[in-house]
Nanobody, 120 residues
Framework: QVQLVESGGGLVQAGGSLRLSCAAS????????MGWYRQAPGKQRELVAA???????NYADSVKGRFTINRDNAKNTVYLQMNSLKPEDTAVYYC??????????????WGQGTQVTVSS
């Protein structure tokens, strides 16, 4: 089992920045991919950014150029730096982790979520 603990959410004005952290513990040897998802009220959960053990990243088009995902393998922690935040970024953000299966991430483990609210 893997446990994921998120931190760093909060309330920020449009144009501001936040950094989310997600610390993994437990059977971390099984993790190849980590990512951040978000879910806004009335909307489906969507992938925001993901990173592999090797450092490869991908981002949702809506956050490219504004958000950066990185990981500290020594600390088993992944970060999401969010800059130039917009009201439409308001959502509950979830950390996810799991193995690569057939070269695709399978997110078996999820954090509890952290609220990000961007005021206009």
């Amino acid at each position: 089992q893997v446990q994921l603990v998120e931190s760093g959410g909060g309330l920020v004005q449009a144009g501001g920045s936040l950094r989310l952290s997600c610390a993994a513990s437990g059977s971390i040897f099984s993790i190849n991919a980590m990512g951040w998802y978000r879910q806004a009220p009335g909307k489906q959960r969507e992938l925001v950014a993901a990173i592999s053990t090797g450092g490869g990243t991908n981002y949702a088009d809506s956050v490219k150029g504004r958000f950066t995902i990185n990981r500290d393998n020594a600390k088993n922690t992944v970060y999401l730096q969010m800059n130039s935040l917009k009201p439409e970024d308001t959502a509950v953000y979830y950390c996810a982790a799991g193995p690569l299966v057939n070269f695709r991430a399978r997110y078996d483990y999820w954090g509890q979520g952290t609220q990000v609210t961007v005021s206009s």
